[in-house]
């Protein structure tokens, strides 16, 4: 997978949360990070973002490779996001 640069996938993330939120089910958070495997990052330069959407569960993953304005979506299911209480507490 090919990424773009940090502030293109952070424009186009700024612009298309709402719509990800819709267009795929269970989504519980999403964010700019590498898209790229690791094996693949020699040579990536500054192509190696996207945006990473959070999911719920495996039901909400699409079959096929997603992306928004050529930014590419990165699904990984992470569970519900909990706050954790103060260990100072």
């Known amino acids: 997978m090919r990424g773009v640069e940090y502030a293109r996938a952070r424009e186009v993330l700024r612009a298309h949360y709402g719509e990800i939120k819709r267009r795929y089910r269970k989504v519980v958070g999403a964010g700019v990070g590498s898209v790229v495997d690791q094996e ?50």
């Not at 020699?42 to 569960?57: C, F, K, N, Q, R």
């Not at 304005?69 to 699904?75: A, T």
């Open 40 to 89: 693949d990052l020699a040579g990536a330069g500054d192509l190696i973002y996207g945006i990473l959407v959070s999911l719920e569960d495996s039901s909400g993953l699409p079959a096929t490779p997603q992306s928004i304005e050529g930014v590419p979506l990165k699904f990984r299911v992470t569970g519900r996001y909990r706050a954790q209480p103060d260990p100072r507490c």
